[in-house]
């Protein structure tokens, strides 16, 4: 079987598009031979840049990112049109439904309301960096064994949200788990599921069947 | 969003140079980035002011706190101390927005937002607030508006920071022309009170440095009901804060938020309480006192009821930490 991944349809398909340009953009970087210090110093400095593309040098997942990105360029457009990153999801664009949830070191923050510019610096971890070598994380696996997902679109947001519960809280109670996921929104639903998954994920014992459902 | 430059200020100065022209400062960027994307303000200039020195930090002496401007909602939600000290600041940080949000959103911003009235929020609707002629809430869509206003703009002021302030007698500093300026939370909400052009009393250029909490009251209370019970806007807040003496209230204030374009207070109510023991009656005659003035509209006399009794279970709230 050799089916084409349907992005690689037509010479000019919407993600190949974004993935050219992200490409050029870091060509473009790289070009301008100049080290990741000197570009965060100008970046930090107290000179006035942009509105024009300035360099950018995001560290995400552990490799190093070298943009040219107008200030205005939001950390969740720099991923997913700028770079090969889509599994940050675009939903409100307004910080309103936890989609695009990345960590900045520990932090889970919404990649939309953040300039890419404000987010040099940071160890920015999405989704796509949770798994190391192809190994799920435990978080991962509860979300599977849970079946806690259906569309699935909310899904790399809800990862990063209960992640950075459990680093902080390896042992969250139920009311923790809804407290640090109450901005992020399931539309299918699936909200009890993904209540049973981080619980499992961290060891705690599984709510009784009626308090999932009586989830609010 | 247009395009803007930007700019990040290591000085309270070079950030006030740098705002001067048509520029706005960035902190956490909730507000802010909300009103960028329906063009609600305009900027050409954006100037981080997330490195300026010493503006994160929270500090206690004898007799006040003091809370950095550019300290986090989540900080002060974890802050072990505060939810000791100022048991009403930490859950009305606590129920402030999302997790995400709470991370990023600052003392500052949070104080200085900007109304959520969906008149005001709509990037097609001239209203009041945008140098319309009309307020469209007044005779339309009103069950999240005010109660109470000074003019005839009807959206409330929602900072659940600012309600709790106020009940605790805290003062915010702001930098305005390079001078220290200091004002109550009555003072910081009067200019929304009085222009509905206003969100607040701030002037372009003014920078919010910290907020200073005094510790005479032992004890704070601060309660919110909601639409949803989570990541939700209050539709009544409200924040008592007293000391205790001999079992009667000391210094008592109340401040309520969501129904006023200023946190509420009624200082008849404050000086009603005052000397009094707590229970159902005196509550109940305080509510009666802070809403006696109250003007609903026609879709939101429901907030009226909800405000009386979350003012019994707030002050109740208070007792009940003995």
Known sequence: ?216 | MKAFQYATAHSTDSARELVAGNGLYLAGGNDLFGLLKEYLVGADLLVNIKSLPGLNKVEHGKTFWTIGSLVTVAEIEDHAEIKKVFPGLHDAAAEIASQQIRNVATVGGNLAQHSRCWYFRHRDTQCLKKHGDLCYARDGENRYHSLFTGNSCISPVVSSLATTFAALDATAIVLRDGQETRMSMAELYHGAWENPLAHNSLDKGDLILRVEIPTTRTRSAYLQVSDKHAFDWALVSCAAAAAVVDGKLKSPRVALGSISPVPHQVEAANSFLDGKVLDDATATQAADLILKDAKPLEHNAYKVPMAHAIIRRTLLKLKGDA
């Open chain 1, 1 to 216: 079987m050799n089916n084409p991944e349907p992005e690689n349809f037509g010479a000019h398909s919407r993600r190949t598009f974004f993935k050219s340009l992200g490409t050029v953009a870091a060509t473009a970087a790289t070009a301008q031979v100049r080290s990741v210090a000197a570009e965060l110093e100008k970046a930090n400095a107290e000179s006035v840049i942009g509105p024009g593309a300035v360099p950018v040098t995001l560290k995400v997942n552990g490799e190093k990112l070298k943009l040219t990105l107008e200030p205005r360029v939001t950390l969740l457009d720099a991923l997913r049109n700028y770079s090969s990153l889509t599994g940050a999801k675009e939903g409100c664009d307004r910080a309103t439904c936890g989609a695009c949830t990345v960590l900045l070191g520990d932090t889970p923050v919404y990649a939309c309301q953040k300039l890419a510019i404000e987010a040099q610096g940071y160890e920015i971890t999405t989704v796509e960096g949770l798994a190391k070598k192809g190994n799920l994380t435990k978080v991962q696996q509860a979300f599977l064994q849970k079946d806690a997902l259906m569309c699935g679109y909310c899904t790399p947001g809800f990862l990063m949200s209960v992640t950075a519960l459990l680093r902080k809280n390896p042992k969250p109670t139920a009311d923790d788990v809804k407290h640090a996921c109450a901005g992020n929104i399931c539309r299918c639903g699936t909200h009890p599921r993904i209540l049973q998954a981080a619980l499992s994920a961290a060891g705690v014992a599984t709510a009784s069947k009626t308090e999932v459902v009586n989830y609010v």
